[in-house]
């Protein structure tokens, strides 16, 4: 008995070992960026998708997962997170976003995430296979350190692509450098939600706000300074790069502008927290001064904005759906069909969350804007091919696609919807288990007598 | 209040219809307690008058062409701290008792209107988790547009709030908490020990204070004339709980501090109505049920906090598997106007049942409350506080379009879509007549600074 099982064991690691490729068996394939098919089979090979069709036949030892009802999809990805950076977010010693500093481009986020962290299996079993992690929350009190006692950041670091699995973060990177993350001064506070809770528009501030300390043109002066502040900061460190360049006498090497070189030859994006339209506008010109690539991150409205997006081909994080009215007069559905009013819009858009205890919510958060008019399929790429295309990784990853890393889910029904379940799980090919911290405490306090 | 909150203030009333007869033909009626059926509910004098897959139209009655919508019974939300005014903590003493919700009721929190955006007709208004015991509570039902009066849930038992964990001991702690507030003096308790003793403490000097009443009763009930106990403000709430009349609303968070809680209540005699939050409820569920305690707790937070960490999705349907009442609620203005899909994660995290999910933000919080005679289900007699969805109600897909509280239409998205172009140009409006009186007053520029410019 004990010597079969020591047989029966080498046999499974052998084959484990020496094969892991899987075939997902007449499933039904969603790829998003083509039509649906039925009943066919998904070859997955040394981490990639190498084949889809209906009729590819399994070679001997390849792992068959019979899929008959199932379908597949693009694993999704979340475009605003902090994950493996914060585990308790009242717990300082776990958190490490939200550096001091104001200019920081040199910080890098991928080096700080914690492969073990509990949020990643919990975010798997939902679906989610990658996720941008940012160096700052941008507005939810990220910057000058999110506990307070700092300078407010500008520019917080390197946000990076990972993946929700790996062994190590470099196991883990998709794109160590997606963007850099720039938190855009606004009027009515900083940040990418405006800071300290709903903020009038300027109609409003301008009217009533009068014109002593605090007023709103003090607040006016405040602003323009910081955006001054800012074009200061990138043209030095354009000058930097000339002088790199030139090889000018004396020349020093300076960690910050060094971080700069990628953002200012536009090979990284910057991503530029903004909630309102008038400071959206205001990103842009900046971009358009500095010659930079933008994103712009968690929008709460966008207005005259859009068109402008539009057309300069700005894609937009949207933040989350389920969120209240950024004023008290606003209607009360404004965040929830902010999507719809992108799509209609013609601006490229995808989701974030934007706090770690809701990545695993990022599909309803798609569900509410399809409930208030955006139309489903774009709801879906906006989980999967579209933040693939905004991150520069669409080649990757986002889609069901024949030579495309294996990040795929393999469901119960439609993903958006809450009561689906993910049935099988796989990253870069690989399967995973489909069990976190949660599962094990449920299955250890079901079984109490 | 500044102008421009008063601006808002009038851009925001909306005016209910008056109590009508209305039929809502034609939809999938999700009763709660009787099943779910497509057909017609027909609703007067602000009750629910019949029910079935064919009904009789009344004359009269305003019909609601439900056809291909859902109508479930109005959400209620057992943790919510809107409409009241900031009121919210009364932080300086760790025994609140004396303070009451029902003096910081704002009837015009906007807050009110969009949980009925969201569905919910009735809310159980809580004291905030500064304190070890804390203030006095009790359900509004969201008639948006009435004044404070008019909001409260009458005849509703009214409760009090305690709290366990790292809130009140929070204020305790020499590092002053997540604010760093370390200038604040330390207030007791400091550990989940300190919180178990000031609530005995508190409940040594209730069952005093009772004795004192109770023999002062029974002396005048025997014809003598003696003179009555002083009255204290803050024991009086805590003899109502001891004599059932007042029902208790523990925030809590771990297993250890809930067990503590339950026998503490066993120890002086008296219930714990609801755990509020109960993140770790599922480890001590056999105990929950035992005492009797409903359990009212996030769908899925967690990791927000030390406490919240070992939190699970499961916790709702475990709870339920183990016979404990359970709610869902949201604590959150936010998370209120989608108790519909809390709910539905119910049914995906531990595989509840359509209804039981449902009955988690409509019967079971009315059991809590005590108002399940008159609210929670879709049932002949029961109050008609009633939503209609496009979608089935479980999901994120679905939408309110009408709530009806007491019969009357509250939330109509239709008329508030619609309504947006005139309340636009009333509020552009008001602000040209503002900038021309500006302009009037103040013709050499320089004018005066406003003070108290939003909050």
Request: with cysteine.
């Amino acid at each position: 008995m004990k010597l079969l099982g020591i047989l029966v064991g080498c046999a499974v690691a052998a084959l484990a070992a020496s094969n892991d490729t899987v075939l997902i068996h007449n499933a039904d394939v969603y790829p998003v960026t083509g039509a649906p098919m039925k009943g066919v089979s998904v070859l997955v090979q040394d981490g990639k998708i190498a084949d889809i069709g209906p009729k590819i036949v399994a070679a001997k030892g390849v792992h068959v997962v019979e899929a008959k009802g199932l379908r597949v999809y693009p694993g999704m990805l979340d475009s605003g997170t902090e994950l493996g950076l914060s585990e308790i977010g009242a717990v300082r010693e776990t958190v490490d976003t939200g550096e001091l500093g104001e200019f920081m481009p040199q910080l890098r986020a991928l080096i700080a995430v914690n492969p073990e962290s509990e949020h990643f299996p919990v975010v798997r079993v939902n679906g989610i296979t990658s996720v941008m992690t940012f160096p700052s929350s941008g507005g939810r009190g990220g910057g000058g350190g999110r506990f307070g006692g700092g300078e407010q950041q500008m520019i917080s670091g390197q946000a990076a692509l990972i993946h929700t699995d790996g062994w190590t973060w470099e196991d883990m990177e998709i794109n160590r450098s997606a963007a850099m993350h720039l938190i855009f001064p606004s009027i009515a506070g900083r940040g990418g939600r405006g800071g300290g809770g709903p903020a009038p528009d300027s109609t409003v501030l301008e009217l009533f706000g009068g014109a002593g300390a605090g007023s709103y043109t003090a607040a006016r002066r405040a602003y323009e300074q910081q955006i001054a502040k800012i074009n200061d900061f990138f043209d030095d460190a354009r000058k930097y790069m000339k002088a790199k360049a030139a090889n000018a006498p004396g020349f020093q090497r300076d960690l910050k502008f060094e971080a700069m070189i990628p953002v200012l030859e536009r090979k990284m994006p910057v991503a530029v927290s903004a909630s309102r339209a008038s400071t959206i506008h205001d990103a842009i010109a900046f971009a358009d001064k500095q010659n930079i690539k933008i994103v712009i991150l968690q929008p709460r409205e966008l207005g005259k904005a859009a068109a402008e997006l539009k057309e300069k081909n700005i894609p937009v994080i949207l933040g989350r759906v389920l969120a209240l009215p950024e004023t008290e007069d606003g209607a009360y559905d404004e965040a929830f069909t902010l999507p719809a009013e992108a799509y209609k819009a013609g601006v490229k858009f995808a989701f974030g969350t934007f706090n770690n205890e809701f990545v695993r919510n990022l599909p309803y958060q798609a569900a509410t804007a399809v409930g208030f008019g955006l139309p489903y399929e774009e709801a879906l790429k906006a989980v999967t091919i579209n933040p693939a295309e905004i991150w520069g990784v669409s080649d990757r990853v986002g889609s069901v696609e024949k030579g495309k890393v294996a990040d795929l889910m393999v469901t119960d029904g439609d993903p958006l919807e809450i009561q689906t379940q993910v049935k099988y799980l796989y990253i870069k090919g690989k399967e995973i288990a489909l069990t976190n911290k949660q599962t094990r405490l449920y299955e250890k306090y079901m079984s109490r007598q | 209040m500044t102008k421009a909150k008063l601006l808002w203030a009038a851009l925001i009333a909306i005016a209910p219809l008056g109590a009508e007869t209305f039929v809502i033909k034609n939809a999938t009626v999700m009763t709660v307690t009787r099943g779910t059926f497509k057909g017609s509910v027909v609703v007067k004098d602000g009750k629910i008058a019949d029910m079935g897959e064919t009904v009789a139209t009344p004359a009269g009655a305003t019909v609601i062409d439900g056809t291909g919508q859902y109508l479930i019974p109005g959400i209620i939300d057992c943790h919510s701290h809107i409409a009241a005014d900031g009121g919210i903590n009364e932080g300086s003493v760790s025994v609140s008792s004396m303070v009451d919700i029902r003096d910081v009721i704002n009837p015009e929190d906007i807050a009110i209107y969009r949980a009925l955006a969201g569905g919910v007709t009735t809310a159980n208004i809580l004291h905030g988790s500064a304190n070890a015991i804390g203030g006095c509570t009790l359900p509004l039902k969201m008639r948006w547009g009435k004044d404070a009066q008019g909001m409260i849930f009458e005849g509703a038992t009214p409760g009090i709030k305690f709290a366990l964990g790292e809130n009140p001991k929070r204020a305790g702690n020499p590092q002053g908490g997540r604010g760093g507030a370390a200038t604040v003096q330390a207030r007791y308790p400091a550990t989940r020990m300190g919180v178990e003793d000031t609530i005995r403490e508190a409940f040594n000097e209730a069952k005093a204070y009772k004795a004192d009443w109770d023999e002062y009763n029974a002396k005048v009930a025997r014809g003598e004339h003696p003179i009555p106990p002083r009255k204290d403000l803050k024991l009086e709430p805590l003899k109502e709980v001891l004599e059932g009349k007042r029902f208790v609303h523990a925030h809590c968070y771990r297993a250890d501090e809930i067990l503590m809680l339950l026998r503490v209540a066993d120890d002086y005699g008296f219930k714990i109505r609801t755990l509020q939050h109960v993140l770790e409820g599922y480890k001590v569920a056999k105990e929950i049920a035992a005492h009797g305690a409903g359990a009212s707790t996030f769908s899925d937070w967690w990791s927000y906090k030390a406490e919240a960490f070992d939190a699970i999705p499961y916790n709702a349907a475990l709870m339920t598997k183990k016979g404990v009442v359970v709610s869902l609620n949201s604590d959150d203005a936010e998370l209120m106007r989608h108790l519909n899909s809390e709910a539905g994660k119910a049914m995906k995290y531990g595989g509840m049942s359509e209804t039981e999910a449902l009955a988690m933000v409509t019967l079971n919080p009315a059991k809590q409350l005590g108002i399940d005679n008159r609210v929670g289900s879709i049932e002949v007699g029961k109050d008609a506080d009633l939503v209609l969805y496009d979608k089935f109600p479980l999901s994120d897909y679905a939408k309110v379009q009408k709530v009806l509280i007491d019969g009357t239409v509250y939330f109509d998205r239709d008329k508030e879509v619609s309504g947006r172009p005139a309340k636009q140009a009333e509020k552009q409006k008001l602000i040209d007549k503002e900038k021309q009186n500006q302009q009037r007053q103040q013709p050499r520029g320089g004018r005066a600074t406003q003070g108290g410019q939003g909050e």
